[in-house]
C-alpha cells in the first residue's frame, strides 16, 4: 500500500467500518485525577458501524453522568465530521438497542 498523498487519499478512505467506545469508566473536570478530575461510572460501551453515531451516543452518556458537559460542547466536532459524509447528524438518526452482559 502507498503512503496517502494528496491523488490516492480520501477521508472516506479511512473511515473505520466498526468504532468501539469503552464508557465503562471515564474521567471529568480534569484530565487526570491528581489535578481535580472525578472519576465517571457509566458502565456503558457503544458500538457502531457508523463512527458519527457512536460519538454522537457518547456525547449523550458523557452529558448524563458529568453535569460539567452539555452535548452542544461537542457541536462543532460533530458537525466536521457530519461534513464528510458520515450518517447520523442528530441522536434522532440512530437506533439505539441495549443489552446487559
Known sequence: MAWPNS???SVKSMVAKLTIV???LGLGKSHHLSRGGITLKPERIIISGD???A???AAEVLAEFYEGF??????????????????????????????SI
Open 7 to 9: 491523488e490516492n487519499f
Open 22 to 24: 469503552d464508557a465503562r
Open 51 to 53: 463512527a458519527l453515531a
Open 55 to 57: 460519538d454522537l451516543v
Open 70 to 99: 452539555q452535548v452542544d460542547m461537542a457541536k462543532p466536532h460533530l458537525q466536521h465530521a457530519g461534513k464528510f459524509g458520515f450518517s447520523a447528524k442528530s441522536i434522532d438518526d440512530i437506533v439505539l438497542k441495549e443489552t
